[in-house]
């Protein structure tokens, strides 16, 4: 059994695998991961864990206390993967790297992922296991969030599904505004990547939203919100030999 650890700006996922199929995992809000680590006691069926991160505060504590407990593969831009990078690797995000390595090792076709995370991001991997990146926009938090704080009268709203544009509410406006804006504009990026490309792709949905997006993106197939920590068991198992 291994443990792969991936720190996300918004949420930290603590996945255990046995081989490859998931057998437990816990979600923790990024900001609570030094106080949770006292409790995360791996016993001897553990054999090793992964650890990606795109926090950098919190990549070396998280890494210090796992090597404690357990061989310890920290991901950087020099760990080796299954894919060929046409995009600047050292300023790559390594969820988006776990994510093009789960995609591209479980799909086998030509694939666009699209993270709904803190920011969301769009991952563009080949069948032939060239990851040619993608674009990278604003979250749902981030845009109502940043409504909110650079107005002075438009309050943070939560977020709903608002597919009718117009709206007898500031609520309901903001609320239709980034819903639509996202959809429309993901939509146009699928297509993009197609045009660009001269192919045709398989898309999946990943990340804490992408549930709540799948019925109102028509060009979405699948939805695997543990995508990125398959994608990290499966660059632990490629570098087996870990300090």
């Known amino acids: 059994m291994i443990l792969t650890v991936l720190i996300g700006n918004s949420r930290t996922r603590f996945v255990w695998f046995q081989a490859r199929r998931i057998c437990r995992k816990r979600i923790i809000p990024s900001v609570r991961v030094i106080e949770y ?18 926090v950098p505060k919190l990549t070396l504590p998280v890494y210090r206390h796992l090597c404690q407990e357990t061989p310890t593969l ?23 790297v776990c994510a093009g ?15 709904f995370g803190t920011a969301i991001t769009i991952n563009v991997v080949t069948k032939n296991g060239d990851f040619l990146g993608g674009p990278i926009l604003p979250g749902v938090e981030m845009m109502l969030s940043a409504l909110a704080q650079n107005t002075s009268r438009l309050a943070k709203v939560p977020f709903a599904i608002k597919r009718r ?56 197939q699948a939805i695997d919100e543990d995508l990125a920590s398959k994608g990290l068991a499966e660059i632990f198992y490629l570098n087996k030999e870990v300090r």
């Not at 409790?39 to 991160?53: F, H, M």
């Not at 920290?74 to 988006?96: E, Q, S």
Request: charged share 20%.
């Open 37 to 54: 680590l006292p409790q995360l006691k791996l016993n001897r069926q553990t054999k090793g864990a992964s650890l990606a991160s795109v």
């Open 74 to 96: 920290l991901v950087t831009a020099a760990t080796k993967t299954p894919l060929r990078f046409h995009y600047d690797r050292h300023a790559l995000g390594t969820d988006r």
């Open 101 to 115: 390595v789960a995609g591209f090792t479980i799909y086998r076709r030509n694939l666009i992922i699209i993270d």
């Open 165 to 220: 544009v117009l709206s007898s509410t500031t609520k309901s406006a903001i609320q239709a505004g980034v819903f639509n804006l996202l959809i429309g504009g993901l939509e146009h990026i699928i297509k993009s990547v197609c045009l660009e490309t001269r192919d045709n792709y398989f898309v999946i949905a990943t990340g804490g939203f992408a549930q709540r997006f799948k019925c109102h993106l028509s060009s979405v």
